[in-house]
């Protein structure tokens, strides 16, 4: 939604193994490495978000421990490289990402939502101000159910209203990352000739 937001008038395809019904453009339902190999040089920006489970502090947590997740950075890398293609690829604070870190704060949002991104275009992206940990999760999800599970919340803060998103279920809204990210992003990209 970022992109789109950023350049109206792309054509957007968005990607995923599983099934996402509320995917607000074209959707093609496949693995995103086969995808990328197949199809990747015919587009002019790509767009990844790998799991992030498996990179998450969280995994540490008792309840989590032991669970195994897909570790799909490195192998997405070599195929976004081998599009030719600027790229983008998002993923937790703690991934093995070589990049900076975006804040909502510093954008401005009501969110403290680090994330981490690696491109091959050069990103410019704001220092994070700086805040207390605002995780709530356990207030939250009594008011709000799954989707307080985000990350970054105040308390009693409406996810999707923090998020930007409100075509998304709680438990994919935990997945994802505030279209303001990918907007802010898209306008680097536009100011570069990318996607013009
Ligand atoms: C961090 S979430 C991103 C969700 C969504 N793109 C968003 O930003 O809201 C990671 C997604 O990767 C998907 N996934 C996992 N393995 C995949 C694969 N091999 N090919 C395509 N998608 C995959 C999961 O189903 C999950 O939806």
């Not at 339902?29 to 489970?53: N, T």
């Not at 070589?98 to 954008?107: D, I, K, T």
Request: glycine fraction near 10%; include cysteine.
């Amino acid at each position: 939604m970022g992109y789109h937001q950023a350049f109206p008038d792309a054509e957007i395809v968005g990607v995923d193994i599983t099934p996402q019904p509320h995917y607000p453009f074209e959707f093609v339902q496949a693995d995103a490495l086969e995808y990328v190999a197949g199809h990747g040089a015919e587009f002019d920006f790509i767009h990844a978000s790998p799991p992030c489970q498996g990179y998450s502090r969280m995994r540490h947590l008792p309840w989590l421990k032991g669970r195994e997740y897909p570790l799909l950075i490195s192998p997405v890398r070599e195929l976004l490289k081998a599009t030719g293609r600027p790229w983008v690829i998002e993923n937790v604070a703690d991934s093995p990402l070589n990049g900076a870190l975006l804040c909502g704060a510093a954008l401005g949002l009501p969110l403290v939502r680090h994330r981490r991104f690696e491109s091959n275009v050069l990103l410019l992206f704001p220092p994070c101000p700086g805040h207390p940990v605002l995780f709530r999760g356990r207030a939250n999800m009594r008011k709000y159910g799954q989707g307080a599970g985000v990350t970054g919340l105040m308390d009693g803060q409406d996810p999707k209203e923090a998020m930007g998103i409100d075509w998304m279920t709680g438990r994919e809204l935990r997945q994802a990352i505030p279209p303001a990210y990918t907007e802010f992003i898209g306008r680097q990209l536009a100011a570069m000739g990318i996607f013009a």
